[in-house]
C-alpha cells in the first residue's frame, strides 16, 4: 500500500512562514512581560553616528530682532479616486509647533543710507524692511495625534523603510505657520525693535538725534 503526499503548494508556505513570525514576535511581547525575561527581548538603543562636519561658514550681517511661537493643528487626507477609504487611503492629524524669526537686513545698507551731520550729533539712517526667516519646526512640541491607514497602506508601511514617514504634513505644518507670521504684526514690531536698538547704540556714542526710517 502506498500512500502519496502532496507537497504544499507555494502559496501557503508564505502564509504559513508570516503566521510563525506573528506567533514568535507575541510570545516574545508577552514573555518580555514577565519578571526576569525583561532584558531577553528587550531593545537597547546605540548612537554609532559619525563626528559632525563643518561644511562652510557664512558672515551674517541681519538682525533678528522678533521671533513668533506659532502652533497649528494640521488635517491631512489622502484618498484614492476609486477605493473606498478602509482599503487605502491615509489620514493623518499632526499638531505642529514652531518659530519664525524677522530680521532686517543691516548688509544691504548702502552709503548713501546713512548721513551725519557735521558735529556729529544727528544721524539719519533708512533700512530695508523687514522680512521674515523660513519657519523652523519644534521637534520636541510637535507630535502626530493620530494616522488612520486602509490596509493597503497598512501593508505597505510593512515593506518601508519608514512606515512613521511624517514629512508631508510637516511641510504642511511649516507653510501654515509661514502664512501665520505672514498675517502677524512680527515684521512690525521686528522694525521697532531694530529702531530702539540702533537709537540706543548712538545714543550711547554721542549721538542726540537719531532717525530710522525703513524703505523697499
Known amino acids: 500500500m502506498t500512500m502519496s503526499i502532496k507537497r504544499m503548494p507555494g502559496w501557503a508556505k508564505v502564509v504559513s512562514a508570516f503566521v510563525l513570525v506573528l506567533v514568535v514576535l507575541f510570545a516574545g511581547l508577552r514573555l518580555s512581560l514577565l519578571p526576569g525575561l525583561r532584558d531577553v527581548f528587550g531593545t537597547e538603543t546605540h548612537d554609532r553616528s ?17 521671533s513668533g511661537n506659532f502652533q497649528v493643528v494640521v488635517d491631512l487626507e489622502k484618498d484614492a479616486k476609486y477605493l473606498p477609504d478602509a482599503l487605502r487611503g491615509t489620514r493623518t492629524l499632526y499638531v505642529g509647533s514652531g518659530t519664525v524669526d524677522a ?5 544691504r545698507l ?19 524692511h523687514a522680512a521674515l526667516g523660513k519657519p523652523a519646526l519644534d521637534p520636541d ?4 495625534v493620530s494616522k488612520q491607514r486602509g490596509l493597503l497602506d497598512r501593508l505597505g508601511d510593512i515593506f518601508s523603510d519608514n512606515p512613521n514617514d511624517e514629512r508631508a504634513v510637516q511641510r504642511l505644518a511649516a507653510r501654515h505657520i509661514g502664512d501665520a507670521a505672514k498675517e502677524s504684526k512680527l515684521t512690525a514690531r521686528a522694525e521697532e525693535n531694530t529702531t530702539g536698538m540702533l537709537k540706543g547704540l548712538l545714543n550711547s556714542l554721542g549721538f542726540k538725534e537719531v532717525k530710522v526710517t525703513y524703505s523697499a
Open 50 to 66: 559619525g563626528p559632525a562636519l563643518l561644511k562652510s561658514i557664512q558672515d551674517m550681517s541681519r538682525y533678528d530682532a522678533a
Open 103 to 107: 530680521y532686517v537686513d543691516l548688509g
Open 110 to 128: 548702502a552709503k548713501n543710507d546713512v548721513t551725519v551731520n557735521g558735529d556729529r550729533t544727528a544721524a539719519t539712517l533708512r533700512l530695508p
Open 141 to 144: 512640541h510637535s507630535y502626530a
